[in-house]
């Protein structure tokens, strides 16, 4: 196709008018992505210092760079979650991270020059959070910024930038969002944090931009180990400080079953579907050691945005369902989750991390994948500009109401790339660019793009119904409020429901509340997941409130719902086992009865058979009596 263009174009090619000869020539100019560097001028005005730290986990390299951070005047620190911005946005403003400047080796050799005990005591800096689903403005004039890589600027100029986990730059779904970032951030200092495997593919995306690069390795700070022996599938072997790694929701929770009831120790979860706030909570139970939360069981959500005090890192599997299929881990994925063990600093034995599996069969894999090296990232994912997709639009037929959907299947057909670049998988935002097409046609471009772009998680028919929901009261220029959707309606009632139970734990009148019967297990999971998809719509509304806020004006509201629902979230996860304690109590009730039954019914089979035998006896004694002489 992109040579029919080249050919299309070519006076006398074609018996077309200049003006459409013109049109074609626009919509290759548009397509052609070679120099994406080249769209973001404020960033090539400068001459950058590019410094990249990279290592495995726990190795100390995003606390170097976030020192860096702490010592600018303007900063910025961009994360792949917006778990981690709001832990780097609280420990700016606390003053937990130490303001001062690394040594930047130029050479690849290592550099973890100890920090200076005589150094001043920290002071909290001024930094203010945006997110996709949250801001909080520390003051006006905040010099510090902490966001989600989404949410970064690159028409604002900085002195230091910081961008996390830059491996995601070979990321299908999200990848261009750190490719812009590299590329486009207007920084002085850039500091990259990740793994050495995107060394070379920066270093070809450094070559374009004429910046300077200097590369920063890390090592371990403490020893990571495969054991020599799996857990033999017994569960039993489970001990404090364990994580127990499983991928899917419903393994989460069996095992969490599981092992309460087999070691006695009490078990913390955290999964991609649990809100971050939920996730840090259940972080903290786990981290603390008068909690009572003794083991955590979780997904590959602790991979990135979690500090567990993991001693021990337990495989369920070293495969994952990827909506399709099971496909095996990457190196990358077991070395990030297996890594979470034995964090420096959060350990006071000495203790070195361990990793190990629930199977035999797997261990040897598990081996093997820790002692490898993962291959080079050998290419970035980008996504054109609003700017050149706007252009694209005009050009199209429909002009200048076109259809978003038919934009992204323009650039897909006709996109022309470098090698090391590949075009960002626009299968994600397909339904949701089709949904805004259908609903909210009347809208121009840039807000149908924008919409498209909201967190709509694939598959989840029900928060696509409350999208909408939301578009079709929007489409038709009215106020959109929580109340005009009746799935949140609905949802809402298991809120109220699980409300009234916290309120019947808390403020027991009259019997006890532990003798009150609670919820069975079935229907608590079943509370759970209305409550997470609740949470996902207030999530998407609050979205679209800070992007459309005369529309969406409920934003408060929306606030205060979301953390009644996060808290009712916790109360359930903290009380699951309760539901399944009362269940195996009422079960072994009933087992008692029904024996108490047998027994009894064997007591009269018994006795009947006692009272048959002397009425025999009583008889025979009568016929022998009336035949005596």
Not at 159 to 181: C, F, K, N, Y
Not at 449 to 461: F, I, K, N, T
Request: with cysteine; net charge neutral; glycine share 6%.
């Amino acid at each position: 196709m992109t040579r029919f263009l080249a050919w299309a174009i070519t006076p006398g090619a074609l018996d077309i008018s200049p003006s459409e000869r013109q049109s074609l020539a626009n919509i290759r100019a548009s397509t052609d992505l070679r120099f994406p560097a080249e769209w973001y001028p404020l960033a090539r005005r400068v001459k950058r210092k590019i410094i990249m730290h990279v290592g495995p986990t726990n190795s100390g390299k995003t606390h170097r760079a976030l020192q860096a951070l702490a010592a600018a005047k303007v900063g910025v620190y961009a994360g792949p979650l917006r778990l981690l911005a709001h832990e780097v946005w609280e420990r700016l403003n606390t003053g937990s991270i130490t303001a001062a400047k690394p040594k930047i080796s130029t050479t690849s050799g290592l550099d973890l020059v100890p920090e200076d005990s005589t150094a001043a005591p920290p002071i909290g800096r001024e930094c203010n959070l945006i997110t996709g689903e949250e801001q909080r403005v520390v003051s006006a004039d905040a010099g510090l910024l902490s966001c989600t890589v989404e949410m970064l600027q690159t028409n604002v100029r900085f002195d230091v930038a910081v961008i996390d986990e830059i491996q995601m730059l070979a990321d299908p779904e999200r990848g261009s969002s750190w490719t812009q970032a590299v590329l486009g951030v207007c920084a002085d200092e850039v500091h990259l944090c990740g793994e050495a495997t995107s060394i070379p593919l920066v270093e070809k995306m450094v070559k374009e931009t004429g910046d300077e690069l200097v590369i920063n390795r890390y090592e371990r700070l403490t020893p990571l180990v495969c054991a020599k022996q799996s857990l033999e599938n017994d569960l039993s072997r489970v001990r404090k400080g364990d994580c127990v790694v499983s991928f899917s929701r419903n393994g989460i929770f069996k095992l969490k079953r599981q092992i309460e009831k087999v070691t006695g120790l009490r078990c913390a979860v955290a999964y991609g579907r649990l809100p971050p706030e939920v996730r840090s909570e259940q972080a903290r139970l786990f981290n603390d050691p008068d909690s009572g939360y003794d083991v955590m069981v979780a997904s590959d959500a602790i991979g990135m945005g979690l500090n567990l005090k993991i001693q021990r890192v337990i495989f369920e599997t070293l495969d994952k369902w990827d909506g399709l299929a099971r496909v095996p881990l990457s190196l990358s994925q077991i070395k990030q989750i297996a890594g979470r063990a034995g964090r420096f600093g959060l350990h006071t034995d000495g203790s070195v991390g361990e990793a190990t599996t629930l199977l035999p069969a797997d261990l040897s894999r598990l081996e093997e994948a820790l002692a490898s090296a993962p291959p080079p990232l050998d290419h970035a994912y980008i996504s054109p500009t609003l700017a050149l997709l706007t252009r694209l639009s005009q050009e199209l037929i429909a002009a200048p109401r076109s259809n978003a959907a038919a934009v992204y299947e323009t650039i897909s057909t006709f996109a022309i790339l470098k090698p090391h670049y590949s075009l960002l998988n626009f299968a994600r935002d397909k339904e949701s660019t089709e949904l805004v097409s259908k609903i909210a046609s009347n809208f121009g471009l840039r807000d149908r793009l924008s919409l498209a772009g909201a967190p709509l998680p694939a598959r989840d028919e029900l928060v696509i119904e409350v999208m909408a929901a939301f578009l079709r009261r929007f489409a038709q220029y009215q106020s959109v409020e929580l109340e005009t959707c009746s799935e949140i309606v609905r949802l809402r009632e298991s809120l109220l429901t699980i409300e009234k139970l916290a309120q019947r734990v808390e403020n027991p009148s009259g019997a006890s509340s532990t003798k009150a019967a609670w919820p069975p297990a079935r229907d608590m999971n079943q509370h759970l997941g209305q409550l997470e998809y609740l949470h996902k719509s207030i999530v998407l509304y609050i979205w679209l409130s800070y992007r459309f806020p005369l529309a969406f004006a409920g934003q408060t509201e929306a606030m205060e719902l979301k953390d009644r629902t996060e808290r009712g979230i916790q109360f359930i996860l903290e009380h699951m086992g309760l539901a399944v304690q009362d269940r195996e109590a009422r079960v072994r009730g009933g087992a008692e009865r029904t024996q108490r039954e047998k027994e009894g019914r064997k007591f009269e089979w018994s006795m009947g058979r006692e009272s048959i035998s002397r009425n025999q006896q009583l008889m025979n004694a009568r016929k022998r009596f009336a035949t005596a002489p």
